[in-house]
């Protein structure tokens, strides 16, 4: 072998040591931001937007007319739409979400043990044509860590989409999560932000 091949050999192996020794700390990094939003929280009202709020400014701006009256200010006033629309009222309407972490699975749990389950090994959904009636419609989700934070995108029944980045805060007493929904039926997203505060 000559001089400049071992050199060129050196090279290359000192350069997949540094992207290997790069993804083992990226790895390292992202494990310890999972383990950091493993538990249970329940919503801050303080210091979340009102749901109904941002849902009527989306359909204003949208063209629509906000349905609630000067003295109808029900609370969860626009929760319960059409059943293929469920996954956007458990992120934006309820007060607790319990998350658990196996590599690369993430499971959400919310009111009424509705359960979302997504992986962040960057795998997409697969679709035929026939997955639609062969599964009935289901809401498909999943995550990436960007930073520190992680990223949720969903593509819900309806031909939405959510946008769903989850930040901790307060060394780790705080979950915020900055949401961008996109019902099919809407013109404009709803734009919300949640804070919920550890309960373990």
Known sequence: MSRAHSVINKNLLGALLLV?????????????????????????????????????????????????????????????????????????????????????????????????????????????????????GLDWSFGNWEGESLVVEARPRDNGFTLETYKLEANGRRLRVEMLIQPGSFGEPVNLVRVYDRQD
């Not at 749901?51 to 629509?64: C, N, S």
């Not at 003295?71 to 629309?85: E, H, I, L, S, W």
């Not at 697969?126 to 639609?132: L, P, Q, S, Y």
């Open 20 to 136: 290997a020794s790069l993804l083992q700390i990226t790895i390292a990094h992202s494990q310890g931001i999972a383990d950091g939003i493993v538990g249970h929280w329940i919503v801050n009202v303080e210091l979340s937007e009102d749901t109904d709020d941002r849902v009527a400014e989306a359909i204003v701006k949208g063209g629509g007319r906000d349905s609630r009256g000067l003295f109808n200010r029900k609370k969860d006033f626009y929760r319960g739409g059409p059943p293929d629309q469920e996954l956007y009222d458990r992120i934006s309407y309820d007060n607790v979400l319990t998350i658990a972490y196996a590599e690369p699975e993430l499971r959400f749990t919310y009111a009424d043990d509705y359960t979302r389950v997504f992986h962040t090994d960057g795998r997409r959904r697969r679709t035929t044509a026939n997955d639609f009636y062969t599964a009935g």
